[in-house]
């Protein structure tokens, strides 16, 4: 070994290959939102070809999604003389017994075919089938070994229903597969995604334009059969997906105070913590805002982010809890979940939408004005490192105050300034 290695441990980098998903059980996220363009379920489909001219066959299932895919045709040549064209369905798998002359030669036209496909009850009820672009259906077919229908693919985000995402800007991206940006949920999984890879529990609801029928859907409830919708629809996560979310938020609509109340619910039941956003325009309206809950389980952000949007190619107003949700889910995977998000970078944002001056020789600066007028600190005003707080690090960061209600603000839990970063003791 030592006429092969001369300078100590060789040390060899894997960079392929398979490794298991990893995620702490408290870094899973919960959101609900719209988006109104997400990805449709897919029919199946397959193309029969034959050596005639004018006799390709399309095959489309009629119910879309993976189901499709196990259906299947067959071409048989009944090997007789002067047979008839039938067609018959044995649970998903069709067969079509070709028409013969009399010398047991398949006359059967495509166009025969279709129509007899088409014809049959329980194989129009499978698929339907049509003349292959360009084609008449005049051409005589050939028998064929049984096909099966490939592509079907299921709705990636049915409404109403957890779906789950990890840590893929890709699958994240069916949410918005025109690429408009339309709905809520594009910009909140780009925003997490923003901070970390995170597993992410989505629920998608319909888009109404009436604000009170919003809400509702948002909100959700149990139909008829028995079904959780809307935030509900989360505590079904574990059962249906195999874990639990526990960072929880609706960004884009928790600023309504009938979301945040149903938010405040489910993360009681899912023992898990809730940030949302305020609607006030100063710190004062922020405080009384908070008045309103008294829950251990929330974190209310005030002001909002800004950020470059390119669609607009201008500087817009962001939501904040979002980019909460991403950094919580970093901590609890990097740190753990005893980290409060204090002081930590926030990425792809450029600033806040309201001036918020910190100074640590105010008694009562305007970052932790909210857990100087009540003992529990149930929201946090966004402070920001910005200016003459940390003028090496100008990267906007989240709350200078503990997550927890559970904790008494205290003057001693003051941030400290380190290396031109703000730290908390």
């Avoid at 290959?17 to 919960?30: L, Q």
């Avoid at 806040?352 to 929201?379: A, C, E, G, M, Q």
Wanted: proline share 6%; aromatic share 4%.
């Amino acid at each position: 070994m030592v006429d092969q290695y001369h300078h100590g441990v060789k040390i060899v980098e894997l960079t392929e290959g398979p490794r298991p998903i990893r995620t702490v059980a408290t870094a899973v996220i919960g959101i609900v939102g719209t988006a109104p363009d997400a990805a449709v379920a897919i029919a199946a489909t397959v193309a029969l070809s034959f050596v005639t001219s004018n006799s390709g066959i399309d095959l489309v299932a009629v119910a879309a999604g993976t189901a499709g895919n196990s259906i299947s045709l067959e071409l048989i040549d009944p090997a007789a003389n002067s047979a008839t064209l039938a067609v018959s369905v044995a649970d998903k798998a069709i067969s079509a017994s070709l028409q013969t002359d009399a010398s047991g030669n398949i006359i059967s036209l495509a166009s025969e075919v279709i129509a007899a496909i088409n014809g049959d009850g329980a194989a129009s009820a499978l698929l339907t089938a049509a003349d292959t672009s360009g084609s008449d259906g005049s051409g005589v077919v050939a028998a064929a070994s049984a096909v099966k229908l490939t592509g079907g693919e299921n709705e990636p985000f049915p409404l109403n229903t957890p779906s789950l995402i990890i840590g893929s800007r890709a699958t994240a991206a069916r949410l918005d597969a025109s690429g408009d940006g339309k709905g809520t949920l594009p910009a909140a999984m780009d925003a997490i995604f923003d901070q970390v890879g995170a597993m992410v529990v989505v629920v998608r609801v319909a888009e109404d334009a009436t604000p009170a029928t919003q809400t509702s859907n948002i909100i959700g409830g149990t139909d008829g059969n028995g079904k959780n919708t809307g935030l509900k629809a989360l505590l079904d996560a574990e059962a249906e997906l195999g874990v639990k979310p526990r960072i929880l938020g609706v960004p884009g609509f928790d600023a309504e105070a009938a979301v945040v109340a149903e938010l405040v619910s489910i993360a009681d039941s899912l023992r898990g913590f809730a940030y949302a956003g305020i609607n006030a325009v100063t710190k004062e309206d922020a405080v009384t805002y908070r008045d309103s809950y008294g829950s251990k389980r929330l974190m209310l952000i005030w002001p909002e982010f800004t950020a470059w949007d390119t669609a607009a190619s201008d500087t817009v107003n962001v939501s904040a809890s979002a980019r909460a949700l991403g950094v919580r889910a970093f901590i609890d995977n990097q740190v753990g979940w005893h980290k409060t998000i204090s002081n930590v970078p926030v990425n792809g944002v450029t600033g806040l939408s309201k001036s918020v001056d910190f100074n640590l020789t105010d008694p009562i600066p305007p970052p932790i004005i909210s857990t100087k007028t009540k003992s529990r600190p149930l929201f946090a005003v966004l402070a920001s490192v910005f200016g003459v707080h940390a003028p090496a690090a100008p990267t906007p960061c989240l709350p200078l105050n503990p997550p927890c209600a559970r904790v008494t603000f205290s003057p001693t839990l003051l941030p400290r300034r380190t290396s031109g970063l703000l730290t908390c003791p």
